[in-house]
């Protein structure tokens, strides 16, 4: 068995092997995975979006491959799957982003015991003066990328709203889940999507066990 190759699709064939190790869990997770991935209020077709984007977001080859061919199978264009992907891409970084007002209160000895204040957020203009082009070009990307196009604003901000919950970052989640209602998504659908982040995030440590597995009989 190959120690040089970390990744290969072939591997995935491994997760069926927990089933033996873990059985129970094993059942319970899989049933998870299909609930949340199911038709509901949101459609199986933005579902296979929002996995695909979050897929991106925790860096899981396994969870792409697989979701990327899942929403092909519901008609997924190429353009949908590229814009969920600049959606997640846009998350990912203004998630870092965000984080600057931690760093700039961290800075300056401010903000006291409390990490997290929706006033903090405030703070994120300082940027524009402190690296004005590069804070202007990302918020120019970040425009671009949440506007309406082939997809709407409705299914960006739940695939945002999604992103934001595997990022885990506050501001980014009040931001979006606000931008989300704004829109009209409904808070079923808004749970739909979250859930559909939790079934990737788990997922994507799940589909990483043939790594392990590959690891240890190596």
Known sequence: MSTEELYKKSYFNRVGELSDLVPDTFKAFMQ?????????KVSKKLKELIAMAVAHT?????????????????DVSKEEMSEA???????????????GVNALNAYDQEGGESFYKASYFKRLKEFSELNGDVFQAFIDFDKRAM???????????????AVAHTTGCAYC???HTKGAKKA???????????????????GSA?????????????
């Not at 891409?89 to 984080?99: E, Y």
């Not at 082939?150 to 901000?157: A, C, F, H, T, Y």
């Not at 799940?206 to 190596?218: E, K, Y």
């Open 32 to 40: 998870f995975d299909k609930q949340a991935l199911a038709e509901g």
């Open 58 to 74: 925790t860096g899981c080859p396994y969870c792409i491959d697989l979701h990327v061919k899942q929403g092909k199978s519901q």
């Open 85 to 99: 992907i600049m959606v997640a891409t846009a998350l990912k970084a203004g998630s870092a982003f965000a984080h």
């Open 147 to 161: 506007k309406e196009s082939i997809l709407s604003v409705k299914e960006k901000e739940l695939i945002a709203v």
């Open 173 to 175: 989640i009040d931001i």
């Open 184 to 202: 009209g998504v409904t808070k079923e659908e808004l749970a739909e999507s979250i859930m559909v982040a939790t079934a990737l995030k788990a």
């Open 206 to 218: 799940f589909a990483h066990s043939v790594n392990a597995l590959h690891a240890f009989d190596s």
